[in-house]
């Protein structure tokens, strides 16, 4: 705790520090408070504090195996107004609690994570296909079991066979906080495949990787990565502008209904989008708040209210776009 810098805060006193923000505004409040307990016996208590504070709550859960986090607890955190959940969720011993049909884990996994109607006939896939269905099945447990409202995966792979170790889950009840999370993890992101079996989200090789290799740690971002994600987009954004032809669709829309199951940032659906206006595909529009009359936006920044119609123009195909744009 000393080495983190926590140090100061430790006598149960609130701290006040000054930012570099103005004088009212800089001002902010700290008190930690450490707890040495099974996690299950204080998550009452700190769901509680957060709902008394009506603020932003943050729950980093790296639990020892499956068994340390029940599902209750995810619904507990997940009814809180504005929280947000990181859970790290072991990946390569899968079929020791989820296939293993004899074994006293696997029951302990189903009945703490409520789990008996998810993870069927997972035995009989292999390899990608088995890892496809544990993440997605994965996903859905929390959307449905855990009230989870936005769920996306980041994964963690150590050695050259593209096999997941770890997912590292994100959980949030904004889509904002979701966006900021892919805005990082497209950053830092050191995989140059994740979109091809899409499985992965965003990917990070560990250090011992490198190591293992004697490779410099270095992104491994670059266009063809780029387009492969432009491509994803492009399935999911496309039939959700054609059902809304008459009336079209607000961007904020087509974010909450597609954000976690693309690896798109809102950069990239703002680039998709122009790219489509400007080989008049669609037409953005504006609403205008005096006259309540709809003007298309000239504005290089797309706003949330900003409604998106597909024009009666045939349609090109994405290549024909991207390679229009180059």
């Given at each position: 705790?000393?080495?983190?810098?926590?140090?100061?805060?430790?006598?149960?006193?609130?701290?006040?520090?000054?930012?570099?923000?103005?004088?009212?505004?800089?001002?902010?409040?700290?008190?930690?408070?450490f707890i040495s307990d099974e996690f299950e016996n204080q998550v009452n208590y700190c769901v509680f504090h957060g709902e008394q504070r009506r603020g932003h709550s943050l729950f980093f859960l790296d639990p020892y195996g499956y068994l340390n986090v029940s599902m209750e607890s995810f619904r507990k955190i997940n009814s809180l107004n504005k929280s947000e959940i990181?859970?790290?969720?072991?990946a390569r011993d899968i079929e020791r609690f989820v296939?293993?049909?004899?074994?006293?884990?696997?029951?302990?996994?189903?009945k703490k994570l409520e789990a008996e109607d998810y993870f069927k006939n997972l035995e009989?896939?292999?390899g990608f296909g088995r890892e496809a269905k544990f993440r997605d099945e994965s996903m859905r447990l929390?959307?449905?079991?855990g009230n989870a409202k936005k769920v996306f995966t980041f994964a963690m792979i150590p050695t050259k066979d593209k096999r997941v170790l770890y997912y590292l889950i994100h959980i949030c009840s904004h889509l904002r906080a979701l966006e900021v999370m892919k805005d990082s993890s497209w950053l830092y992101n050191n995989i140059n495949y994740q979109y091809h079996y899409e499985i992965y989200g965003y990917g990070f090789r560990t250090a011992s990787y490198y190591e293992e290799h004697q490779l410099e740690l270095q992104l491994d971002i670059n266009q063809h990565s780029k387009i492969a994600c432009i491509e994803r987009l492009s399935n999911d954004?496309?039939?959700?502008?054609?059902?809304?032809?008459?009336?079209?669709?607000?961007l904020i829309e087509l974010c909450n209904k597609t954000m976690e199951f693309n690896p798109?940032?809102?950069?990239?659906?703002?680039e998709y989008l122009k790219l489509l206006r400007n080989e008049k595909q669609i037409k953005i529009l504006r609403k205008n708040k005096?006259?309540?009359?709809?003007?298309?936006?000239?504005?290089?920044?797309?706003?949330?209210?900003?409604i998106i119609k597909r024009t009666n123009i045939k349609q090109l195909s994405l290549f024909n776009i991207l390679h229009i744009k180059k």
């Open positions: 705790m000393c080495q983190a810098g926590f140090e100061e805060l430790l006598d149960e006193q609130i701290h006040t520090f000054t930012t570099e923000f103005p004088k009212g505004i800089g001002q902010r409040r700290e008190q930690c408070e990181i859970y790290t969720l072991m296939i293993d049909k004899n074994g006293k884990e696997r029951e302990n996994f189903y009989k896939l292999q929390f959307r449905e079991k954004l496309d039939d959700l502008v054609l059902e809304n032809n008459c009336e079209g669709v607000t798109a940032t809102r950069e990239h659906y703002c005096k006259t309540n009359l709809y003007q298309e936006t000239q504005s290089n920044n797309l706003e949330n209210c900003d």
